[in-house]
């Protein structure tokens, strides 16, 4: 059975030291949250916030971006996404599912200094797995620097660089059909330093149960 996947929103953007994002609009519980960091010089905490689990990161060099998730219940609120530097932007998006239960996700890392950079692979067990490409810059060495996406997957939401603050561009699509995925390649209109990250999720079904039939009472009647 094909899985389901549809886009909710995406939140405000957060920039600077220890950011926030905003919650996406129309978000409900049961729905998957991904929060997306990128940061030139200093890490994101290595323990995500209370109730998120970190799905990649990477730590060395420059950029350097975590990506977590969790399943929205009642009351959520935005995470802090702790780290001091100065040059951190960070955003949630949101996704609705057909399927209750948890969520798997598996992911690969990639980066480089260049115009281009395409994302590694992930093994997908299923079809349409709900496929992330996600690209994040560091700080723009002039003016900005723009994040131009792969021409196979759709941009959920995305910021330009600055001399300050670094860039992201989140793109999904949609697998149909199991097996390793492709590469996808963005671009910019510079030279910068580049990371790329492929993250699939899956959604774990919960099993069928088959209630016995209901037996109706026996009616005795009194004369």
Not at 110 to 137: K, N, P, R
Not at 141 to 170: L, Q
Request: net charge positive.
């Amino acid at each position: 059975m094909a899985q389901q996947w549809s886009f909710v929103a995406a939140g405000s953007g957060a920039t600077g030291a220890d950011p926030v994002p905003g919650m996406p609009s129309g978000w409900m519980p049961g729905d998957l949250l991904l929060v997306v960091g990128v940061c030139s010089t200093v890490s994101f905490s290595a323990t995500p916030p209370a109730g998120w689990s970190e799905v990649a990161r990477y730590t060395t060099g420059t950029p350097r971006m975590v990506v977590w998730l969790r399943t929205a219940v009642l009351g959520d609120t935005a995470p802090t996404c702790t780290n001091s530097g100065a040059s951190s932007a960070a955003v949630m998006v949101a996704y609705r599912r057909l399927q209750s239960g948890t969520t798997d996700a598996v992911g690969s890392m990639a980066a480089a200094a260049g115009t281009s950079l395409a994302t590694g692979t992930v093994s997908c067990s299923e079809v349409d797995e709900l496929l992330f490409s996600i690209w994040g810059c560091g700080v723009s060495p002039a003016s900005t620097t723009t994040i131009t996406k792969d021409a196979n997957v759709t941009t959920r939401v995305s910021k330009t660089a600055s001399t300050s603050i670094c860039a992201y561009n989140i793109c999904d699509e949609y697998r149909s059909a199991s097996g390793t995925t492709t590469t996808r390649t963005a671009t910019t209109n510079r030279t910068v330093n580049l990371n790329a990250i492929q993250v699939a999720f899956k959604q774990h079904r919960m099993p069928l149960v088959i209630m016995p039939p209901i037996i109706p009472a026996k009616v005795q009647c009194y004369g």
